[in-house]
């Protein structure tokens, strides 16, 4: 009888065990995000102003980029600049148009090519870094 008790108790405990095996212990519901880094000339930034508040905006012509951004090189994009948005001015002097920068932007990984530059464009800058005016 003991035996039997001991084998119905095991055989109830089992589909509980295979299932929690089964299950991932972290099952993320946003999918993965990465950071879209395009270099390139500055023709345009107007900062964010906390007063009204006014979404500032900044426009980059993309030449360089990492890997997720490759499909933007020769472009001209706009981004807004937000509250969280941090720049990083180049000896302390204000963004002047044709400036050598960097935009920082994050979003999803997989972006269909084609959506990608529109997408992006409604994602705010993440980070602006002014690298002075172009080398002659």
Do not use: E
Request: charged content about 15%; glycine content about 6%; aromatic content about 4%.
């Amino acid at each position: 009888m003991k035996k039997a008790l001991i084998l119905v108790i095991a055989a109830l405990a089992l589909p509980s065990v295979a299932l929690a095996a089964a299950t991932p212990a972290h099952v993320s519901a946003s999918a993965p995000k990465v950071a879209y880094i395009l270099k390139g000339k500055i023709l345009a930034y107007q900062a964010y102003n906390s007063v009204g508040p006014v979404i500032g905006s900044v426009q980059i012509m993309v030449s360089h980029s990492n890997y997720h951004g490759k499909a933007l090189h020769g472009m001209t994009l706009t981004f807004p600049v937000d509250a969280k948005t941090r720049v990083v001015l180049h000896n302390g002097k204000p963004i002047a148009a044709n400036d050598r920068g960097i935009v920082k932007i994050r979003a999803l990984k997989k972006i269909a090519p084609a959506d990608l530059a529109a997408t992006l464009q409604l994602s705010p800058a993440k980070q602006i870094i002014d690298m002075g005016a172009p080398r002659s």
